[in-house]
């Protein structure tokens, strides 16, 4: 199993470095570039005509691992990883359409929140009810760190588990907000689920597979994304690794440890609604300098301190390693 998740990393790095050199020139070729929403830090209009849809580069890295290395899998009839792959692509598709229309009208406005949420609520909903079907989930609620499980009925479970991964999948969408960001959050995520495949075993060898596939895919695309970034990963690549996240969750029956394992998520995500709440009620006034968080830091928020860039990429990767390491310890007792 160590050697199949290894060459699995090893794949998808080298496809994402190789096929990233020609695909970001065709990109630029195509005039595929990001709109910078006006209201942002002012700074950031530099990064205006940035190649966008960068996103392809890891999804493909990730399938092209998938389908070598997790062939195997598929041969003795396990197909869980293309499951949750096929999962996550049909939120990258839905991040397509949005960068899509984002480059029709030339402005950082793409699908209505309306239409995203519920295309999205009707995908999270079918991948539950298929999970169960096939008995690759149950329906009682698995809580870490006290090892517990929650008896809770069917139809609450489904519809508890759609509003967490439409959830997740924002929340992950919000935090790609600068350079890299979004990407060096997501790298200690998924290498929490490959560690979690050496405690397991069994079956979800093949899910290791899929997570080791996207970590190497997203090691490769950070050559590109890092600060200052050649091109962005755009909402196909955002919606796509929040997609793959809830997946993995689910697939791997633990949805309740995104609570940690997605912190920097959360802390995104919350800041967001935080301001949005508080400019509502108290009719213009803000808690952030700028919401999500990391433009608050970005800005000099709290300290004064403007965090650049860079700063900001090894701040948020920093602290997803450490609620890696914590949720990794919170899950070790279930498979002892």
Known sequence: MSIRIITAFI?????????GRFYIPWLRRQKVGQEIKEDG???????????????????????????TVGFHGMLQGNF??????????????????????KLKKKQNLGLTSQNKFLLQLAASLLFEVLMARFSYISTD???????????IPKWLYFVLSAFIIVGTVNAVNITDGIDGLATGTSL??????????????????????????????????????????????????????????AGLAFAYDMPLILITLGFVYLVETLSDI????????????????MAPFHHHLEMGGWTGKKWSEKELFFLFTGVSLLFAIISFLGVYPRYL
């Open 11 to 19: 794949l998808a790095l080298l496809f994402a470095t190789a096929f």
């Open 41 to 67: 830090p002012v700074w950031h209009m530099s990064k205006s005509g940035t190649p966008t849809m960068g996103g392809a580069i890891f999804i493909l890295a990730c399938l092209f691992g998938v389908l």
């Open 80 to 101: 869980l990883h293309l499951y949750v792959f096929v999962f996550a692509l049909v939120f990258g598709c839905i991040g397509f359409l949005d960068d899509w229309e």
């Open 141 to 151: 609620l698995y809580v870490p760190f006290f090892q517990w499980y929650l008896h």
């Open 188 to 245: 200690p995520v998924f290498l929490f689920f490959v560690a979690v495949t050496y405690l397991a075993g069994g079956r979800l060898s093949e899910l290791g597979v899929f997570a080791s596939a996207l970590l190497g895919g997203l090691v490769g695309f950070l050559f590109y994304n890092f600060n200052p970034a050649k091109v962005f990963m755009g909402d196909t690549g955002s919606l796509f690794l929040g997609g793959a996240l």
């Open 274 to 289: 935080i301001q949005i709440g508080y400019f509502k009620l108290t009719h213009g006034k803000r808690v952030f300098k």
